[in-house]
């Protein structure tokens, strides 16, 4: 029986699927708009810079059974929901035990957290948006420079990222008085639109416990 032919490339063709190979390897643009360059007055700096500066662990400590019973549920759940997300058992893990720590730290639900995540970065660690965001939570260069140490490569690190996320989150949600949707618009870029809000909020829906809503 004879073998069947198989086409030819032509040189040309064969350096384009190599480009392309490359190309997909590259960290993909996120989807994602950015946050805006805004003024801050001199307390509102101070603040943010030692929200960032703290430097903790990500380790929770509970003073009672409940609450850690409650954590353990949630980290066990999360995980296994991020399943194919996120492959590796370890790094899902710390990615999960990190983002919960930083969440409670800022005062935010970590479902919101999650869901923003899921639609800032789509859960990639060296995303890149078109307006050069980066990371986890698309945080923009001229964050590190207003309250940071002007590091933008440490973006790329997730507990500086996820860090920096939620303290602008909150800052954002503090200006908004606690108005979520302005806030999220801010976040974004965009506010006053439905559009970024609706997106996040019903990927934070995918991220609730049983029972919460």
Known sequence: MTA???PTISPTSRRALLLAGAAACLPRPALAGAQQEEPLADAVRSALSAAI???APPKPRFEAI???LAYLRWLGEMSERMKRKKSEAQTRIEFLETLWYESARAGLEPALVLGLVQVESGFRKYAI???GARGYMQVMPFWTRSI???QVSRLFHMQTNLRFGCVILRHYLDI???NLFLALGRYNGSRGRAEYPNLVMGARK???MPGQS
């Open 53 to 55: 500066a703290s430097d």
């Open 4 to 6: 069947p032919r198989l």
């Open 66 to 68: 409940e609450p850690r």
């Open 176 to 178: 908004e008085k606690g």
């Open 148 to 150: 940071g140490d002007g």
């Open 129 to 131: 948006s078109v307006a």
């Open 206 to 208: 995918a991220w609730l």
